[in-house]
Each structure stands twice: as C-alpha cells, then as structure tokens.
C-alpha cells in the first residue's frame, strides 16, 4: 500500500468513527440521517477493502486460475461464465427480499443505535462472511446446494436435520410475510385493489410472453409496470367510491383467507401464467425502489426523530417483547446475518462465477449492498415522529382502537401526540386509519412516503407514494410466498414418496395437490393465528422466524468452520466460528427465552399458565371473549413453544455433528503429521 | 479521427447497454441466448439450434418449476 493510499483508508476510519461517535453520543436533540450513512459506508469500505481481502487471500486462498464449475462444465445454460457485474446484478436480486426492510424497522423500537450497530457489525464479521465463505465452498464442490454439502461433509443424520430445519423455516417465514401484507392490507382498499390487481396483470403479461411474444420478457415487464402504476392511480378512486370501496375494504381474517386460497391456486397453476411473470415485475419495482429510495435519502437527509436509545431497551416494548440481548440479534436477521442466504450462495450464483476470486465481490460485496437496504430501512423508520412510529407498531391491546386511547397511550410513555396528529397522517397517506398497522411495511411505506414526497412532489403525492411502497413490498411478498409454497411442496413430497411412493412423484397431480395442501395449510394455520392474535401476530411470529433464520446461519457456518479444520486452515477458524458461537449463543437463549421466560410477554408456556389458571377459575381473559378462545389461544401457546423447541434441537444436532466431524478432522491431519515426520 | 472516437464511444455504449440487458434478463433467471447458441454450434454441431421461444420456455420452467429459492 502507498502512502497515499495508507492516508485514504486512515481518513476513512477516522471519519466513520467520527460519524459514530455523533450517533452514539446525541441526546436529547436529533441527528441528521447523513451520519447514519457516512458511517455505513465508511465502516463497509473498511470492511470490504480489509477484511474481505484477509478471507480471500488467507483464509479461502482464492485463485483465479483455478477452473470454476462454469469454466469446467459450461452447458450454455446452468452453468455459464458470466461477467461479474451482471453476475452480482443476478446475485443481488436474489438476496433481497422483505426481510432487511422488515427487521430495523421493528427493532426502532429501541432507538436507532442499537439496530445501527447491531447491522454493521453482524454484516461485517458474520452475514457477509457467511455468504462469501458459502460461495466459494459450494464453487469448489461444482455448485453443491447447502443440503448436500451437509449430508456430504457432516453426514446423513445432520442432513436429515437440516432438512426438517428449513422445511419449519419455510412454513414460519411463509406466515410470517404473509401477515405482513394482511397487516398492510386490512382496511384499506386502495392498497387491497392495487395488489388484487395485480394478479390479472400478472396472467395478462405471462399470457403475452407465452403466446402473443414469446420469451419478450422487457416488452411484458414494461407493459406490466404501465398498468401497475395505472392501478396504483385507479386505486385512489376506487377508495373514494362509496360502493366499490366496499368490495375492496376486508378484513384481517377475510384477507387471511385470501392468501391462503391465493397461495394454494397459484402453486399448482403453471409457472409461465403467474409466478414467473409476477417475479418480473417484482425484481425491476424492488431493484428500482432500492435505488429511488437510497437518492431520496442522500438528497432529503432527513432528521432522525427516534431517540439514539429509548426506554425500552429494557424489553417493555409494545412492538416486540424481551430484552436488547438477545431479540435485537433475532429481530434484525437480514441485513446484519441471514441464513436464507446460504441457500442463494449454493445455488445458481457459483454455477455462473467466470473467476474464483470473483467470489468476493459477488458473496462479500452484495451482502453489503443488502446491508445497505436494511441501513436505509431503519433511517426511513427513525426519520418518522417516534409518535407516529408507536402509532404504527403498537397492538391494540397496548394503544386502544382510536386516535384518542392511541395519543394518551403513545403520550404516557413521552412521545407526546395529539390525537388530531394521528388523524392526520392518516388522512395525509390516503387511509382511515394508521394506528395498530403492525409489520414493518406500513411504517416502511409512511417513511418512504415522506422522503419521496420531500423529493418528488410534496405533500400532494404522499398517499400515492405511500401506496406505491405497500405495493413494492406487497408483490414480491406474494411472490415468495407463491415460490416457497412450491419450495416446500417438493420437499413433502420427498417425505410423501418414502411412505408412498406414486405420491411422491412430482407429475403425480394427488400427490402435488396434497403436498400443496399440507404446505399451505401450515403456513396458513400460523397465518391466521397471527392474525387473530390481540397482540397484533407479529410479536409472536417475528421471533419465531428471526431464529429460524439465524439458526440457518448458524448450521451455514458449522459447515464452514468444519471444511476450514478439515482442509488445514484451522488457525484461521474464528473468521467462521466466532460469528457461529455468537449465533448459537443468541438464537438459543431466545429460543429457551421464549419458551421458559416468566414472565407472560415473552414465555410461551408462562402465557399458556396464566390463561389457564383463568380457565380453572372460570375467568375470561381480555381480549379473548370465551372459555373457548382461551382454550385456542393455550393451545396456540403449545405449537409455538414445541417450534422453537424443535429450532433449538436441530441447531444444537448440527452443530454437535459439526464438532464431531472437526475434532475428528483435526486429529486425523494430526496423525497425518505426525506419520509423515 | 472524429469518426473512429465516435465509433468507439458507439460501441461503448452498446456493450454497456447490452450489458445491462444481460443483467436485467439474469434477474429473471434468462441466462443469454447468444452466449447459449454459440455454445451449442461449437460443442454439439450435430444438433440443431433451440428457437429463442424454446430456449426460454426451457429457462422459466427450470428457474421456477420446482420453486425458487427466493430470499425473505
């Protein structure tokens, strides 16, 4: 390195200190979001240009010459060397979901300097790494899948565990997304006539590229994006209806029914009529969104009005309980660590790499950029009033049902609001109501809303930016749950085949039906709970499904760690095993937390204890109206505690074959030595 | 000399915006169908050459047939 050079990167980190320093030591006044991303960018430069170059050169030992699968193979169609910008777009894509856009906004409730740090360092040392180290195994092994290099490195039992592991995984993170959009969607039927339509747009673009012109993916996708934002106008109308809005204004529950007969129609429909050209339009209107998002923030800088830290850090929170250590760890997942992408790691990316060293880039440097997004997230989130923030997140059973509970509510825990406010903002992003929109993706959508109108058209084209983000973040969740319902179809199918096996064949139309059936109807119990749930769903759902996906990277980083003892490199281990230890660490006192904990907010079982010690007096509970719903709600508790009982055994099982394999590795290279000296 | 920077500034753009074109297909799962013609004439010149409308027929089912892995 020159001096010149040494100079750059020194600059660097005094100025991303500095912007930390700012955010860590205001009180009492607020920080403008420019330090929020003058720190982001100065401690992920840092991060790539150093810590990224360490792993590939010493850890991972990248070599350009080495031939990659694609060079090796190279079928023209799965596996093609491609050029690593259009590999990364690829990449990016396929990494960024809901989830970074999700879990900050939650974790707000904080304050935005827990959730800031949290995302930087867990992007860093752990996610980033994760997905590097992934990709480069699973291109080493000829593009291996996750599943398969488990079973072939750790052995079958650890395969078989990881498999019952994300086969729960898929139904929670199922549920979990779809309760976001029923949040969203539940009264208002701008945003409800939107998305509806968005269906008959879908099926008129595949309809066009099947037959009309087929394969012209760009024409369908333009024509699609015209009548997207055509029904995204219309919408406004047909909210202002007396009769149409009707139609479109569902409730919880009726939209919750919705999704489930939607998701098992569209998972048994062809590809080409609706899943495949929905996800066309979903991947342009997120990767645009991103990026008109990231210039509305660099150009508004807006103020943060959440506090660095509130009070709630001590777990009184009303949008999820428990304490900072450990549910920030679990409630922002992706953005700082997300073992969903493990799963993108070992699949199509390495069967496309042209070079190994391209690795970096494509496994460090996206995971970067996706951090970005949760980044950006949290700033739309903290940029909000802290009022109207709680207003948006808070249950009903914590803030009432209208403006009036909500603003003494919101106001007794000192962020004073009056009712009119609430009522405003309402009226300002076009919907009767803001309070109880628990999710993320409201109060995302409000944010977003903000800092667009502040860019593009004021106040004017707040309600119709603030329904353009519901729609960004509606469609491609609607995607995956269309695309992870076949996911887990094939997966029981799998299991069906072993008991049976015509069902298990994949043109086996009983089987296919029956397997769909059984995915959606576990999604979609879950789905519905959550949304009956007085406490708003999320509260219990979001857990659930942060340690889902952390225990993913957990058993993503067992195998990691393990190929590092098992090809020599066991002096490097702790790039792989410190991120593991803190993720077991964490997943598993939350697991355990929210199984045992005393108290009823956050144990399952000591919220199952109180209801029925009121059943056994014969006391009804608020807000449930009978025996009979507390007896539902106990039963609730159950399933909820035997899940995270099940994540915690499949974690704890892979992570002791984990250890069994390494310790087994590492004495035989011993004795290698040893017989070789 | 006017004429040749042109043609270079020309060419420029056309790699950059077919570039950008592969990226957005890629997206979508569509790896490119030149690249893919190309390979089959060179490796396999016994066989014929899928139509575009086959080869992307072929794509779409194969990114989205057994699911995807779509990240949360």
Redo the contacts between chains.
Sequence with gaps: MTVAQKGLWAGVSVLGASAMAVLALSRGETVNAAWMVIAASCVFALGYRFYSRFIADKVLELDATRPTPAVRI?????Y?P??T???F??HF???????PLIGPVLAAQMGYLPGIIWILAGAVFAGCVQDFVVLVLSTRRGGDSLGKMIKDELGREAGAFALVGLLAIMII?LAV?GLVVVKALANSPWGTFTVAMTIPIAVLMGVY?RFIR??K??EASVIGLVLLFAALSGGASVAADPVWSMWFTLTGPQLAWALIVYGFVA?VLP??LV??PR??LS??LK?GTIALLAIGIVFTLPELHMPAVTKFIDGSGPVWSGNLFPFLFITI??GAV?G??A??AS??TPK?IEKETDARVLGYGAMVVESFVAVMALTAACALDPSVYFALNSPAAAIGVDVESAATAISSWGFVVTPDTLAQVARDVGETSILSRTGGAPTLAVGIAQILADFIGGNALMAFWYHFAILFEAL?IL??LD????????MIQDVLGSISAPLGR?TSLVGNILATGLCVAGWGWFLYQGVVDPFGGINTLWPL?GIS?QMLAAIALTLATVLLVKTGKARYVLVTLAPLVWLLICTLTAAAQKIWHADPAIGFLAHAQMLAKAVAEERVMAPAKSLEQMQRLIFNDQIDAALCALFAVVVIAVAGFGLRTALRAHSGLATAEVARA | MNDLKNETSHSVLAMLFN?A????????????YD??VA??KM?HPDQAVPS??R??????????????????
């Design positions: 190279n079928d023209g169609l799965d093609v491609t050029n910008f259009v590999l777009g690829h894509a396929a990494i960024a979901g809901a989830g993170l997304l590229m087929p394969g993916i760009g998972a590809v080409w899943l495949a996800d066309y991947t342009f990767v997942a992706c997300s969903f992408h799963l993108i699949g199509t496309m491609f995607t995956t695309a992870g319902t076949r996911v887990a179809r094939f994949t499904f996906n | 570039r074109k592969q990226t957005a297909q890629l997206m979508c799962g569509l790896p490119d690249a893919y390979h089959v490796k575009y409308e080869f992307f027929r072929e794509r779409q089912e194969a990114r989205y047939g057994r699911g995807m892995s779509r990240c949360c």
